[in-house]
């Protein structure tokens, strides 16, 4: 994990995200990691709400902190408590005996060394998605699944290695500038799109229709569906 890892601000916008103080609650998590544990927010099994794998049972492991303060960000990515890869694994192995898919989410997971993890995950058999915001590649963690939400307005620059090797993208949506950013994503990386209305702002839900069927080859619409199912 990068010692000189920059916290980037929330554009200036007033702060709406769940977690009251994003850059202290990163500072603490990359504080916590020098204990050779990984800090984690929770371990919970439920179904992927989101994108091309929404449905499916899985396990998620949240990790504590992130380099960017979105506004809209509805985590709270506050360190909750330390596991190490051992532990981890064990406890995913005990909460769904039968799950084959893990999914590491955050705040942002790729600011800590999954290294070990990923290894010990794949050698017992799971399949491993990882949701982040694309400005850090992590492409010796062998991830099965990446799914991007690339965060430029709040500061973050997407790695061009996402362009080639992402699953899917998925653009969280409030008004025509976000549209835009999209499309010119969707047009330059080629790769499965979704657009995902801003949770905190309804009027984006009709925008995002709109604009899948008006480019119906470019983009398919991502409710989350977890939210409308009231679990987690």
Partial sequence: MSSALVIHPHNGRPYQGATPDPAG????????????????VEIFYSLQGEGLRTGQATVFVRFAGCNLACEFCDTDFRVQRLGTPEEIADEIAELAPDCRWVCFTGGEPTIQDLQELCDLLHARGYQLQMETNGTRPQPGWGIDHVTVSPKQPQGGRLDVWYEANAAEFKYVVDDETDLARALAGVRAHGRMTFLQPNALNKDAIALCIDAVKEYPTLFRLSLQTHKFLDIR
């Fill in 25 to 40: 609650a990163t500072r603490d998590a990359m504080a916590a990691a020098k204990s050779g544990a990984l800090p984690l």
